[in-house]
């Protein structure tokens, strides 16, 4: 198939950045979207021109490396798909396919579709995990753990951490993101003992990143590519409530 | 040379607590005092930097992605073993151990996969302490399912997504180091070289990928956590990103490359589909628990599966091998569907693939069980190839998946060059010719968790801290030339892009070096691959510059190290005349077609010394000493 591509392009952080147009010949349906841009990089490369810069690594949906808003939503239109995952067989013939960076105030552009996302990384450095040293811990059956319990910790630990809730959400909010972690760790009986403390300080880093606030859209559950639900911010907010309600002295 | 593995002496299971007991320490005031360097942030690496930050040492962590979460264990699927027991299946370390050096086919050392074995069970305390989900019973206990070549349930797993978990929480404990000041971590920087001073590791120069600049760390001590070189064939189940250049800059300043030519092909992936594809999808080895694997009876049958009855189908792997079924060793299971898509029945329309059938599973356990345990799997199928394997059978082929070759280590995980240490699947050590299932995760965080903090502190014990900065001038040395390596990449500017040379090189290492080599296709690849290298530097046609991002620029440099690299595994291969694991030499089988290794003459590690470009590397050899196995024919029939 043939298609007509509008790709953003900026070539760093201080500069600004257009919509350019592009063609995409002799595409075939089993190839995935970054295939086809890798088609049309080496054409861009073997005419002169500069590739499209775009974040990937893994390409099968797991590593949260790529990063690309499709027509208008992060990763694209079909359901539960990363950019990687996502294949041609979506598209028609002569198509015609807008490519953008994921935009949000804390995800600066660095070029073209390649954003900054560390601000994620620091809401989990913030408090996101549970504070154990290595050695000295108790056997693995010493604490028992109901299926159900386990089962919704897996739920919530599978966000891959990409960040599209983020640029799908009007106001820029992690919230889905942290709500998953919150919820994941909260459901262990390992990370109650930290739960109140953790909920607080990443809600602090999280606001301290320039993220907004959850308005209930529910943007971020129809564009997560690993079907994290927005429960888990319910599940947030009562977990910091509970937090609010208890605190004793500062976090 | 002959090398010496430094393995403790006496019986095999105190070897670890002697080494422990022998070793020096680093006072816990002077620890901040030393600074270590860890490149790479997967499970490995993320484990050791998050590990040596909480022992206090000042540790610089380096990753070439935008987040340590990244890595690519993330990808792994299946789980991870340890010798738990826990199903009351007749487990033990010794078991463990057993079906490990086995699987390696009698290549690996027999005190690093005791140790291992010895470890796991301490890993998954750890990570459950840590909050990875693992799957669990309805009375709240951890459950257990089996992977190939062994016969009893030892694999832990958090749905398909065990190396995610994983990794998480390798990266939770190195987000609280970071926090904690311990740990700086620099993403979106690629290392490029080692610097050496004195005969030791004292530092690493890296680009950093957003400016392009390019700098040098110092530092008491290295340890390199690259992960592996499958890439090398262009098409594999490694991530894109995930390349030889750390491990081979290193082997070109003097570090020993052990075992090259040890790859694996996993049996269990999704068959290439067209020219233009990137890279090939994994399935978890664990489906063949449950799913069954035939091809045609008939030569050519090109009906869909469901239409070809039960008595026109070729269960071939439990025909060959009824003992261990469809759960034969990789190396076995990938050699076997070969050789039946090589005779014309192969499965799809390009011939290249067999099935793995579930009908039978979801008829004994329903659809819904199959979901809960390999639901993920499933849509990861149908996303890419279209089809639902619930109805119809997938359609696998064999694919470059795993290295078990790497520079050489000791048993304290130290290379050759002092102060330089190598984990994970940068080294050689664990695996011998062959790695089984879910034993990879065990090996990253062995190593990174429960090893280097313990040896490193040895030869930190005896060094003093903070002999060389930044302004050596080795370190000077070492960035002039990669400037001068980036000017003349980009100065080339010829016709032809990196990705093709890549393409090419992937297609010679396949068909010379891949699943069969034997003495003609090996030379013929050493032969070939000079040339392609000359045409690159001639003709390669990199866009931009190099104070920019420029991802080109890092393919081509990643790229170059393969062109080198991949006649180095051609050499590796073609001097080992024998058959052995993921090594096929077709001139060295067995009447039945299984592998004949050559014990007399090859029980040992290669390991290569760098001697420059066009001239062959020198041999060393580290004999493989066996005192409580008995190096026997690896039989699973």
Excluded at chain 2, 401 to 418: E, F, I, K, R, T
């Amino acid at each position: 198939m043939n298609l007509t591509l509008f790709i953003w392009r900026q070539k760093g952080p201080d500069e600004k950045g257009r919509l350019e147009q592009y063609e995409a010949k002799n595409i075939s349906a089993e190839m995935s979207f970054l295939e086809m841009l890798d088609v049309v990089n080496e054409g861009l490369i073997k005419n002169g021109k500069e590739p499209v810069a775009f974040d990937h690594d893994c390409r099968e949906g797991i590593c949260g490396m790529c990063s690309q808003v499709i027509n208008g939503v992060p990763h694209g239109p079909k359901e539960k798909t990363t950019v990687c995952q996502l294949h041609m067989r979506n598209f028609k013939d002569g198509d015609s396919i807008y490519i953008e960076p994921f935009r949000a105030r804390a995800f600066p552009v660095i070029k073209d579709l390649i954003v900054d996302r560390s601000a994620l990384d620091r809401v989990i450095q913030s408090g996101g995990y549970i504070s154990v040293h290595t050695g000295g811990v108790p056997d693995a059956n010493a604490i028992l753990l109901p299926k159900e319990n386990a089962g919704t910790a897996m739920d919530a630990s599978e966000c891959i951490g990409c960040g599209a809730c983020v640029a799908a959400c009007p106001n820029g909010s992690a919230m889905l993101f942290t709500a998953a972690k919150v919820t994941h760790l909260a459901m262990l009986p390992q990370g109650k003992i930290e739960a109140a403390r953790r909920v607080c300080v990443m809600t602090d880093a999280m606001m301290n990143e320039g993220f907004g606030n959850c308005s209930n859209h529910y943007e971020c559950q129809a564009v997560c590519p690993k079907g994290i639900k927005v429960q888990f911010i319910a599940k947030l907010n009562r977990e910091f409530m509970k937090a609010v309600i208890h605190r004793k002295g500062g976090f | 040379m002959i090398l010496n593995g430094k393995c403790p002496a006496g019986p095999l299971a105190e070897k670890w607590d002697r080494r422990r007991n022998e070793m020096k320490l680093v006072s816990p005031a002077n620890k901040r005092k030393y600074k270590i360097i860890v490149a790479g942030t997967g499970l490995a690496g993320a484990s050791a930097a998050a590990t040596l930050g909480e022992l206090g040492y000042n540790v610089e962590a380096f990753c070439y992605q935008d987040s340590p979460r990244r890595g690519h264990s993330i990808a792994a699927q299946g789980g991870i073993n340890a010798a738990k027991n826990y199903p009351n299946d007749g487990d033990s370390i010794f078991r463990l151990f057993y079906d490990t050096i086995k699987g390696g086919d009698f290549r690996g050392r027999e005190a690093n996969i005791y140790r291992l074995a010895v470890l796991s069970n301490n890993i998954i305390d750890q990570c459950v302490a840590q909050g990875v989900p693992f799957a669990r019973d309805y009375a709240g206990y951890l459950e257990n399912r089996s992977f190939g070549g062994v016969q009893v349930s030892r694999t832990f797993y958090a749905r398909g997504q065990t190396g995610q978990q994983l990794l998480l929480g390798a990266y939770g404990a190195l987000s609280r180091q970071i926090k904690e000041g311990t740990v700086r971590l620099h993403p979106r920087t690629e290392m490029l070289d080692l610097v050496i001073i004195d005969g030791e590791a004292k530092g690493i120069t890296v680009r950093d990928l957003v400016t392009g600049k390019i700098e040098c760390y110092a530092a008491d001590a290295v340890c390199l956590c690259t992960g592996g070189y499958a890439n090398v064939f262009h098409l594999s189940t490694n991530a894109m990103g995930s390349n030889v250049t750390a491990a081979y800059r290193a082997y070109k300043k003097g570090a020993f490359f052990a075992n090259p030519c040890f790859t694996q092909i996993h049996p269990t992936c999704i068959p290439v589909s067209g020219e233009q594809q990137s890279k090939l999808t994994l399935m978890s080895e664990s489906l063949r628990n449950d799913g069954r694997v035939w091809t045609p009876k008939n030569k050519r049958d090109r009906r869909v599966p469901n239409d070809i009855p039960e008595a026109e189908r070729d269960y071939f792997l439990e025909r060959k091998y009824p003992a261990y079924g469809n759960l034969a060793p990789r190396d076995i299971a990938s050699r076997a569907a070969k050789d039946i898509c090589d005779e014309g029945r192969g499965a799809g329309s390009s011939g290249y693939g067999v099935y793995l059938d579930f009908a039978d599973a979801i008829k004994r356990l329903g659809e819904n069980k199959l979901r809960e345990r390999y639901g993920n799997l499933f849509d990861m199928y149908e996303k890419i190839t279209g089809e639902n394997a619930y109805r119809q059978p997938m359609r696998i082929y064999p694919a470059p998946h795993y290295a078990m070759g790497g520079l050489w280590v000791d048993y304290n995980l130290q290379s050759n060059v002092p102060g330089l240490f190598v984990l994970g699947e940068a080294n050689f050590s664990d695996h011998g010719a062959n790695r089984l299932g879910a034993s990879a995760l065990m090996q990253g965080l062995a190593d990174g968790y429960f090893i280097i903090p313990y040896t490193i502190s040895d030869y930190l014990a005896q060094t003093a801290f903070g002999k060389v900065n930044e302004g050596h001038p080795e370190f000077r040395k070492s960035r002039e030339d990669l400037e001068t390596l980036t000017k003349k990449l980009l100065s080339i500017n010829g016709r032809k892009t990196v990705s093709e040379f890549h393409r090419e090189l992937g297609r010679i290492m396949w068909d010379n070096v891949g699943m069969e080599r034997n003495e003609e296709s090996l030379k013929k690849a050493i032969a070939l691959i000079p040339g392609l290298r000359t045409e690159f530097w001639g003709n390669v046609k990199i866009p931009g510059n190099g104070i920019e991002l420029n991802q080109e620029l890092e393919k081509a440099g990643r790229v170059a190290d393969f062109l080198e690299f991949g006649e180095l595994m051609a050499r590796d291969a073609l001097h080992r005349n024998e058959s052995c694991g993921g090594h096929f030499r077709t001139e060295y089988q067995m009447p039945d077609g299984e592998a004949r290794r050559d014990d007399e003459n090859f029980c040992y590690v290669a390991a290569w010394e760098f001697k420059g470009v066009d001239k062959g590397p020198e041999l060393h050899k580290e004999p493989l000493v066996f005192e409580n196995v008995e190096l026997a024919v690896r039989n699973y029939k």
